[in-house]
Nanobody
Framework: QVQLVESGGGLVQAGGSLRLSCAASRSRFRFDDMGWYRQAPGKVRELVATINSRAMTDYADSVKGRFTVSRDGAENTVYLQMNSLKPEDTAVYYC?????????WGQGTQVTVSS
């Protein structure tokens, strides 16, 4: 069973930066797409950023120019560099990865941005 483990969340002031990491427990698997979603209290889970096996990326409009997603294919690790954070970025951030149609999710890491 593949497990995704996130790290790097925390509390930061508006304008600050955080870097999230997500590592797969069994690195012999090679994922297709990897990425991040987030869910704020009372809101639906939304896409933040994704990166495929050819390093093509996609971002939510709300984070373009501020967030950068990257991956280490050899280690099946995905990162999210978050700069110029805003209070509205406060949410639980979830790592996701898929192999074909099968999707895996991490447990989530809290990011809180204070004003």
């Amino acid at each position: 069973q593949v497990q995704l483990v996130e790290s790097g969340g925390g509390l930061v002031q508006a304008g600050g930066s955080l870097r999230l990491s997500c590592a797969a427990s069994r690195s012999r698997f090679r994922f297709d797409d990897m990425g991040w979603y987030r869910q704020a209290p009372g809101k639906v889970r939304e896409l933040v950023a994704t990166i495929n096996s050819r390093a093509m990326t996609d971002y939510a409009d709300s984070v373009k120019g501020r967030f950068t997603v990257s991956r280490d294919g050899a280690e099946n690790t995905v990162y999210l560099q978050m700069n110029s954070l805003k209070p509205e970025d406060t949410a639980v951030y979830y790592c996701t990865a898929n192999i074909g149609i099968r999707a895996y999710w991490g447990q989530g890491t809290q990011v809180t941005v204070s004003s």
